[in-house]
């Protein structure tokens, strides 16, 4: 059977089968520790700043989230330890408008200096949010201006003035005096629990078919949750070219890496600080080999898909590829039947 795939990242079909396999291969990864989720968040006035610069912007948010997080924990006031982390960028609120944002997903605890033990998180409680929030906000802001001095930034139409220094620099002070959001979520229950929060936030684009009522008229209708309204469930319509506009803010620079890994999971130096951490804890070496299938096609894939379990080795997950409905097996021609008489 033959698979058609679009292979684009921005596709909301073909994203439920590279979830899979990315799920796949991060299962052996995971950690008997509690994990925790951190949300930074860029303000409004340094969030449109990505409108025509979304690569240097999206870059040093990644980097001043990786500092921020790996600086606070090795602090001995705090953590004292070496930490490691998945960080996600995500840049749309459920309105479609930009709202850059990057989660992290934590272990709770690190390598000590030494590298003779473990150090744990205190339970329930990871790192001091405003700590986090004013070291992100300053880090974030020092490599700002690092790049608007080395003419990394453009600045066109309603930006055009911040094109000046004098401009650009009462835009970072005025940013520098607020309490940028930081945002953290008591611990997981468990492993498997992180593996189902990844899912929903690893490969998503900025929206689903789900919440895709209607086309009528040249206009789009789509669900969106309100946040503001304890999470009322609305519906919102928009000219096409707005909807088209709004979608095409989230698609990422040709090439940008969006999923990142730091510290001792960073991809350089994973595999051994993983061993080093499992000896640490004195756990089993986990020895789950990466899945060699290649699920493809633009098929979904929900989430409870993803962690089904193989009925006979009870060991494997099974991926649904494809599904083939009654009208679609009746296009197929007919089985080679043998004659048996």
Not at 22 to 46: C, G, K, N, S
Not at 124 to 139: C, D, G, T, Y
Not at 212 to 232: C, P
Not at 245 to 253: A, D, E, K, N
Request: charged fraction near 20%.
């Amino acid at each position: 059977m033959i698979s058609i795939t679009c292979r684009n990242r921005s596709c909301p079909k073909c994203q439920g089968a590279a979830r899979a396999q990315w799920l796949a291969d991060r299962e052996a990864e995971l950690l008997p520790v509690e994990y925790f989720h951190v949300v930074f968040t860029l303000p409004q006035q340094i969030a449109r700043l990505a409108l025509q610069n979304a690569r240097t912007i999206y870059s040093i948010l990644f980097r001043a989230v990786a500092e921020t997080l790996l600086t606070i924990a090795a602090d001995p006031g705090h953590l004292g330890a070496a930490i490691g982390f998945l960080a996600v960028l995500h840049t749309w609120g459920q309105n479609l408008h930009l709202h850059p944002h990057v989660h992290c997903v934590v272990p709770g605890g690190g390598i000590s200096p030494d590298h003779s033990r473990w150090i744990p998180c205190r339970k329930s409680f990871f790192l001091p949010v405003k700590v986090l929030s004013r070291l992100f906000r300053n880090r974030f802001l020092i490599h700002l201006l690092r790049a608007f001095q080395k003419g990394k930034l453009q600045f066109h139409g309603e930006l055009e003035s911040l094109a000046h220094p004098a401009a650009f620099d009462a835009l970072c002070r005025n940013a520098g005096q607020v309490e940028w959001v930081v945002y953290a979520k008591r611990p997981f229950g468990g492993p498997e629990q992180v593996l189902k929060y990844l899912a929903r936030y690893t490969h998503r684009v900025a929206i689903s078919n789900r919440r895709l009522l209607s086309l009528a008229d040249g206009r789009v209708t789509f669900e969106w949750k309100d946040y503001a309204a304890n999470n009322q469930s609305k519906t919102m319509t928009l000219d096409a070219v707005e909807f088209i506009r709004r979608f095409l803010l989230h698609v990422f620079p040709s090439g940008f890496v969006h999923i990142r890994h730091f510290g001792f999971l960073a991809n350089r130096t994973r595999k051994e600080k993983l061993a080093l951490c499992r000896s640490l804890l004195a756990v089993p070496q986990m020895a789950i080999e990466a899945s060699t299938d290649s699920p493809g096609g633009c098929g979904s894939t929900t989430e409870e898909e993803l962690f089904r379990q193989c009925p006979v080795c009870k060991t494997g997950r099974l991926i649904r590829i494809q599904v083939l409905t009654a009208s679609a097996c009746a296009c197929l021609p007919a089985p080679m039947i043998a004659d048996t008489s």
